[in-house]
């Protein structure tokens, strides 16, 4: 079974930075080299929503209110990040790490999440 985890959140004033990070928790499987793994997030009071996705072969997608401003990355061993330049206070929400892409918004495995905090 495997449990990823997000580490990286936090309190930021806007126009800051954070970098998220998922990986297989300790008591996990590994996270497998050969899915596509992505980040979403929930603001209070909202649906979840897409922000990023990198596949395997490391293409990427961004939700349009991030391009230019968050990169996500991934490493051979499994970690993925996001590095997310200035932050807004709409940015504030639970970030969440998703892990083998079943198709739409569906994945095989989620992260607990991490909250992330944006103030003025």
């Known amino acids: 079974q495997v449990q990823p985890e997000e580490s990286g959140g936090g309190s930021v004033q806007a126009g800051g930075s954070l970098n998220l990070s998922c990986g297989a928790s300790t008591a996990s499987g590994a996270i497998p080299s050969s899915c596509t793994m992505a980040w979403y997030r929930q603001a209070p009071e909202k649906e979840r929503e897409f922000v990023s996705s990198?596949?395997?072969?490391?293409?990427t997608r961004y939700q349009d209110s991030v391009k230019g401003r968050f990169t996500i990355s991934r490493e051979k061993t499994g970690t993925m990040s996001l590095q997310m330049n200035s932050l807004k206070i709409e940015d504030t929400a639970v970030y969440y790490c998703?892990?083998?892409?079943?198709?739409?918004?569906?994945?095989?495995?989620w992260g607990p999440g991490t909250q992330v905090t944006v103030s003025s």
């Open positions: 990198i596949s395997t072969d490391g293409a």
């Open positions: 998703a892990v083998c892409w079943l198709g739409q918004n569906h994945f095989r495995y």
